[in-house]
Nanobody, 123 residues
Framework: QVQLVESGGGLVQAGGSLRLSCAAS????????MGWFRQAPGKEREFVAA????????YYIGSVKGRFTISRDNAKNTVYLQMNSLKPEDTAVYYC????????????????WGQGTQVTVSS
């Protein structure tokens, strides 16, 4: 069982930066691949980025490549999403999630989810 709690969301102007954090409980955090997803109003939840359990591999959706960076600190049971050059279209609720499968970008493959944190980018 893994419990996830996101933080770090907020309101930022276009071009600005935010760093999201996701703190995990449980001693098996390092066994899970971790992902970030987002859901904008009226849209389906979409994959943003993922990182393997040993930080050896990362994946990103095309629209955030070069702007977002996912990382993890297994000693702190935390995964991060550094978001730079933010755009209004990045506005969404951001969720972190844990999966025993790798690689995967599918929401159905992620077993545990946080409650989400709101990111709003103003133009």
């Amino acid at each position: 069982q893994v419990q996830l709690v996101e933080s770090g969301g907020g309101l930022v102007q276009a071009g600005g930066s935010l760093r999201l954090s996701c703190a995990a409980s449980g001693r098996t955090f390092s066994s899970y691949a971790m992902g970030w997803f987002r859901q904008a109003p009226g849209k389906e939840r979409e994959f943003v980025a993922a990182i393997s359990w040993n930080r050896g591999s990362t994946y990103y959706i095309g629209s955030v490549k070069g702007r977002f960076t996912i990382s993890r600190d297994n000693a702190k049971n935390t995964v991060y999403l550094q978001m730079n050059s933010l755009k209004p279209e990045d506005t969404a609720v951001y969720y972190c999630a844990a999966s025993t499968r790798w690689p995967t970008v599918l929401t159905r493959d992620y077993d545990y989810w946080g409650q989400g944190t709101q990111v709003t980018v103003s133009s």
